[in-house]
């Protein structure tokens, strides 16, 4: 998954906002730090409000199950 088309399903998944939503982020968060490593996903966090939204922060490890 390219970081844009993560930009994109996250921004989705930011509007909705509910719990499952936020199990989607989760998943995209995932597949982001297994392609592209810890410093994309915190950026993600950290541009899109993840923290606000999910309570996601910079460092936490995302992991498919």
Same mark, same amino acid.
């Given at each position: 998954?390219?970081?844009?088309?993560?930009?994109? %399903?996250?921004? &989705? *998944?930011?509007?909705? =906002?509910?719990?499952?939503?936020?199990?989607?982020? @989760?998943?995209? %968060?995932?597949? &982001? *730090?297994?392609?592209? =490593?810890?410093?994309?996903?915190?950026?993600?966090? @950290?541009?899109?409000?993840?923290?606000?939204?999910?309570?996601?922060?910079?460092?936490?490890?995302?992991?498919?199950?």
């Amino acid at each position: 998954m390219t970081l844009e088309r993560a930009r994109e %399903l996250l921004g &989705v *998944q930011v509007g909705f =906002g509910s719990g499952y939503n936020r199990n989607a982020a @989760r998943l995209i %968060l995932a597949e &982001v *730090q297994r392609e592209h =490593g810890q410093a994309a996903v915190d950026g993600l966090i @950290r541009e899109l409000g993840l923290e606000e939204a999910f309570g996601f922060r910079p460092g936490t490890g995302f992991k498919a199950p």
